[in-house]
């Protein structure tokens, strides 16, 4: 099962941009990764998801090293509420075909003003 | 659209009691599933759902029960509630999972038994 590791804490001040790793080294060829977000006690939102290329949306970038074994999360502008807890996950499939997903214990981003 | 609807919001219960958390969706989404979240962890895969009468354990399975008679609906039950089933509770969706389909979740039921 591919597994990710993420830092358990980081601080990012203000407008500035912030910069989220994660290791995803026994990522299969198939294999999505997705980063989402939880805001205090919230359910958890989606931010962004892919495969191989970089991908970008309204709320952020998503930078795939070449050899696919990390990748990035960023935040261009980080405002207060960006404060939150994120998570990096890559889609693990199970004997029957069909994929499980699980979640880690995620980044603590503390935007700070 | 009202996206992962959950209820209820809050519940108390009291050790051996049985009750069922509600869980529906009107995106007509083929996967379904429950997590556990603790203080200070991450979320926790309880049992999920890739179709109706279809069900599988997650991670943490004991003490839980789950059936998906329709594809909306995926209800959770705890048949005899314990101290260690505190916690809050999320509910997600997602169109398929055998696609790219990122989740989408419900707000949560905060369960604290006594």
């Known amino acids: 099962d591919a597994k990710t590791t993420q830092p358990p804490s980081m601080d990012c001040a203000e407008g500035r941009a912030a910069n989220l790793p994660c290791n995803h080294s026994?990522?299969?060829?198939?294999?999505?990764v997705y980063w989402y977000r939880q805001i205090h006690s919230q359910g958890p939102q989606y931010i962004i998801h892919g495969l191989k290329n970089n991908e970008t949306n309204e709320m952020a970038s998503l930078i795939i090293t070449e050899d696919r074994k990390s990748s990035t999360l960023i935040l261009p502008h980080a405002t207060l509420r960006d404060t939150a807890v994120y998570y990096c996950?890559?889609?693990?499939?199970?004997?029957?075909?069909?994929?499980?997903?699980?979640f880690g214990t995620g980044t603590k981003l503390q935007v700070i003003p | 659209n009202a996206g992962v609807t959950q209820t209820p919001k809050f519940q108390v219960l009291k050790t051996g009691q049985s009750m069922t958390l509600q869980c529906a969706q009107d995106m007509n989404h083929e996967y379904m599933s429950w997590y556990r979240q603790d203080p200070g962890m991450g979320l926790r895969l309880i049992h999920y759902s890739v179709g109706a009468g279809i069900t599988d354990q997650g991670e943490v399975p004991n003490g839980y029960n789950v059936s998906r008679s329709t594809t909306e609906d995926f209800p959770l039950r705890l048949l005899s509630a314990a101290p260690s089933q505190t916690s809050v509770y999320f509910c997600?969706?997602?169109?398929?999972?055998?696609?790219?389909?990122?989740?989408?979740f419900g707000d949560g039921t905060r369960l604290s038994i006594l």
């Open positions: 026994t990522i299969s060829g198939n294999e999505y």
């Open positions: 996950i890559v889609r693990v499939p199970n004997s029957g075909g069909y994929q499980k997903v699980t």
């Open positions: 997600a969706s997602s169109y398929s999972v055998r696609g790219n389909q990122p989740q989408h």
